[in-house]
């Protein structure tokens, strides 16, 4: 297994820039997620580490060797694609023997490195079958023994979920991340969902337009978000913005009022805002309560999930405003109701869209 | 419970009494087409039949039983044409095949000016036929033709050379004129079959080191292999029944080198009027033909068994 390294990454189709100076460092054996909207280009990305498309600039790094104008094949790295891009005339034997034919092996050496693969896939009954006969997860499975067959130093997943039903996703995510630490094996996977993000990755890189908006782990993110749009892309249900004015500065915080009328100190370092200037304040659905004093919210759709109530409705008249309350919470969709949050668990973001550092920011867990 | 399976038994009866017109709804929407059939294939097909147990000609007809068959069973010239004629099939069949599939994968190749050539490859296909061999009878012109001018032109003859005038130059130049008709609609359909094999499986199999040779063996050949299979039958009927060209190009000539059965049924029962005989040959094609096909069928089918998703 090995590090992987992006140098200064570009990459243009035409005149369309569609990588802006990647540098990341992946460490040996870590599980890498990089995750974004559609058309942010984290699959270009994953293409250009696996030789399937050339950088315009940058060079990418694995296991301390420039592997930027080898072949895929020469790179050390196998991938799983989201069609699972199996072969439907070969069997389930053939399909993860595939790439050890390709290199001539000894039969008795690619049927152990099967046989292997299927003993941890548990698809040793399934070798004789053709793809057309397996299910959606049993077809991902075949997938991934055809990457483990190589011993590869770098696995590359690009969406493999995403073909699955949402019961399966939520299965295939738990045996990915046992494939993971029993394989120990340096991967990076490729998603736009963040859950998988969140729940797989040892760190996630959050891709936007093109460019790293961040990298860290799973709570880093989620705890002190860069910007406005990781803020907004990370945590389910999405963080609520909320227009506030800034009404002072001092050394305790920024003092806001929100869309509303509600006015807070929030403490975070307030050096590039001044009274007067327009921020928005990001609220995590999960970190408000019912109270009697706080943000007028009125509640348009009420959504019960026994556990938790997902609220909708509204603040300040047009500003969307989403709340994770206690499942037996009384509401009543087309009332008010007032919501606390504390300020320690607020978020201010500049005009630009980049967070002002929390001061009181709870500490990480791993 | 005893009025629950009265319901049901009643609402049996109602479905039941509901699929007879059906029946008859389904027999009116096919039987148009049944009658279409029946008068321009069956009908033909039945007098075909007829006929070839009769000594027909311009004077009338008389029934001979099976002596037109035992003439052809006995006759070595027959013998000869069947051969020539499976000969004349597999030779441009495997042309057609061949070139086709070469033709495909270039017209496939991400190469600039695809589109182009992909319109190139009709015109074969889409001139007439007639105005294409007319073509072609003079570039095998010996004194006119560019062939024979650049065979001269070369040292390779030191004459005109007329193709079509010697037995051998005659088949193979009727063989050539056959591959160049029939080529462009098999490349079209290989084409069309590599571009439905997803471009992941070739992205897949790159990552794992194979190349070009190896996916094109391993990948692009099983996966159009159904189309292969079923091109190289619609073919060979097509080349087997192929009759303008011969004609056109030779009349069967010279001396019954390009006769193929489908010329000489068609010189027997046209041109020597000689109606009982022809259609005995025209029933024995049908019956190759027959044959041929149900072993393709088979074929296709042990091919779809192997090379399927099931």
């Not at chain 1, 978000?225 to 920024?254: E, H, R, W």
């Not at chain 1, 668990?345 to 967070?355: I, N, S, T």
């Not at chain 2, 004077?59 to 000869?80: I, M």
């Not at chain 2, 001018?149 to 005109?160: A, E, F, K, Q, V």
Request: proline share 4%; glycine share 10%.
């Amino acid at each position: 297994m090995a590090t992987l390294s992006l140098n200064a990454i570009n990459k243009s189709f035409g005149s369309a820039k569609v990588l802006h100076d990647i540098s990341l460092a992946i460490e040996d054996k870590e599980f890498v997620v990089f995750v974004g909207p559609s058309g942010c280009g984290k699959s270009t990305l994953l293409r250009i580490i696996a030789g399937l498309e050339e950088a315009t600039s940058g060079a990418i790094v694995i296991g301390g060797e420039d592997v930027s104008a080898a072949p895929p094949v020469e790179r050390g790295i196998s991938m799983v694609f989201q069609s699972y891009a199996l072969y439907p005339h070969l069997s389930v034997y053939e399909n993860i023997a595939f790439p050890l034919r390709v290199q001539k092996l000894e039969k008795a050496d690619m049927d152990s490195r099967v046989q292997r693969a299927a003993d941890i896939l548990q698809l040793t009954d399934k070798l004789q079958l053709k793809p057309g006969q397996l299910s959606g997860g049993q077809r991902q499975r075949v997938a991934i023994g055809r990457s483990i067959v190589r011993n590869p130093k770098v696995f590359l997943f690009d969406e493999p979920l995403s073909n699955l039903d949402a019961a399966l996703r939520g299965d295939m995510r738990v045996e990915l991340s046992q494939l993971h630490q029993s394989l120990d094996a340096t991967m990076v996977y490729v998603t736009h969902d963040q859950v998988e993000a969140m729940t797989m990755a040892d760190r996630i890189v959050v891709l936007n337009g093109g460019r790293v908006e961040q990298f860290g782990t799973p709570m880093e993110l989620y705890h002190h978000p860069k910007t406005k749009f990781v803020a907004s892309f990370i945590g389910q249900p999405n963080m609520n913005l909320v227009p506030a004015t800034v009404q002072g500065v001092d050394a305790s915080g920024v003092k806001v009022e929100l869309q509303g009328g509600y006015q807070m100190v929030l403490p975070v370092e307030a050096s590039t805002v001044n009274s007067g200037d327009k921020v928005e304040v990001g609220i995590r659905p999960e970190h408000v309560t019912l109270g009697s004093e706080g943000l007028e919210i009125s509640v348009n759709v009420l959504e019960r999930l026994g556990g938790v109530s997902i609220t909708y409705g509204t603040i300040g008249g047009d500003t969307r405003f989403c709340a994770s309350l206690p499942g037996d919470a009384v509401i009543a969709e087309g009332a008010p109701m007032t919501l606390s949050v504390a300020p320690g668990d607020c978020h201010v973001f500049d005009a630009a869209g980049d967070v002002l550092r929390r001061k009181a920011a709870p500490a990480l867990v791993a | 419970m005893t009025d629950i399976a009265t319901e049901y038994a009643a609402t049996g009866t109602k479905q039941k009494a509901k699929s007879l017109p059906e029946a008859v709804f389904a027999w009116l929407l096919i039987g148009p087409a049944m009658l279409f059939i029946a008068v321009i294939v069956a009908w033909p097909l039945a007098e075909t039949i007829r006929l070839s147990f009769m000594e027909a000609g311009l004077g009338g007809e008389e029934y001979v039983g099976l002596a037109n068959y035992q003439d052809l069973v006995e006759s070595r010239k027959f013998h000869q044409t069947i051969v020539r004629t499976f000969y004349w099939m597999f030779l441009s069949v495997a042309l057609k095949l061949i070139l086709g599939l070469i033709g495909a994968t270039l017209l496939n190749a991400a190469v600039p000016g695809r589109a182009l050539f992909r319109v190139l490859v009709m015109p074969p296909w889409i001139i007439p036929m007639a105005i294409g061999m007319i073509g072609w009878l003079w570039l095998y012109n010996g004194y006119f033709g560019v062939l024979s001018g650049t065979m001269m032109s070369l040292g390779i003859t030191d004459g005109p050379f007329e193709f079509l005038a010697y037995k051998q130059s005659a088949f193979y130049s009727a063989v050539v004129a056959d591959v160049w008709v029939g080529t462009p609609m098999v490349t079209l359909f290989f084409l069309a079959a590599m571009q439905g094999v997803s471009r992941d499986l070739y992205e897949a199999a790159w990552v794992d080191g194979a190349g070009r040779w190896y996916r094109f063996r391993r990948i692009t050949i099983p996966q159009i292999m159904p189309v292969i299979v079923s091109m190289s039958l619609l073919s060979a009927i097509f080349t087997f029944n192929s009759f303008e060209i011969i004609w056109i190009l030779t009349e069967g000539g010279p001396r019954g080198a390009t006769t193929t059965l489908i010329v000489d049924t068609y010189k027997t029962a046209i041109s020597n009027f000689k109606f009982g005989e022809g259609s005995a040959r025209a029933v024995i094609i049908v019956i190759l033909l027959g044959a041929f096909s149900l072993i393709y069928l088979n074929v296709l089918k042990y091919v779809n068994r192997k090379y399927g998703t099931k």
